[in-house]
C-alpha cells in the first residue's frame, strides 16, 4: 500500500508563503487521486485541493482557490502545495492523502499522511 509523509509545515506571518512536500512510497496500486487536507482547530478535516494521479487540473476549495497551487513530480512521486498570500485562517494541521476516488470528497482518501502543522500569525 501507499505510504505518504508531509513536510515543510512551519510559522509564517498574515501575506507570507510557505510550500508543503508530501512524499510518497510503496505501492500506488489502485490510487486514482491524491489530495491535500488540512483540519483547523475545533474543526473537521476539511479538502484543499486535489488531483488525479496522472495529472490534469487540480481542483480547489474556494477558500484557497488563487492563492494554493498544488503541483506533482511523477517521477519523484512528490506532491506540493505552494501556499501564498497566507492568513491566520489557514493555521491548520494539513495532510497528503492518497485514494481510489475522482472526488475531493474526504472519505474517498484511503491513505494519510501524519500531517504537518501550518500557523499563520495576523
Known amino acids: 500500500q501507499v505510504q505518504l509523509a508531509e513536510s515543510g509545515g512551519g510559522s509564517v506571518q498574515t501575506g507570507g508563503s510557505l510550500r508543503l512536500s508530501c512524499a510518497t512510497s510503496g505501492s500506488s496500486d489502485g490510487v486514482t487521486s491524491l489530495g491535500w487536507f488540512r483540519q483547523r482547530p475545533g474543526n473537521e478535516r476539511e479538502w484543499v485541493a486535489c488531483i488525479a494521479l496522472g495529472g490534469g487540473n487540480p481542483r480547489y476549495a474556494g477558500s484557497v482557490d488563487g492563492r494554493f497551487t498544488l503541483s506533482q513530480d511523477n517521477t519523484k512521486r512528490m506532491m506540493y502545495l505552494q501556499m501564498n498570500s497566507m492568513k491566520p485562517e489557514d493555521t491548520a494541521m494539513y495532510y497528503c492523502?492518497?485514494?481510489?476516488?475522482?472526488?475531493?470528497?474526504?472519505?474517498?482518501?484511503?491513505?494519510w499522511g501524519r500531517g504537518t502543522q501550518v500557523t499563520v500569525s495576523s
Open positions: 492523502a492518497a485514494g481510489r476516488t475522482y472526488s475531493c470528497a474526504r472519505d474517498g482518501y484511503r491513505y
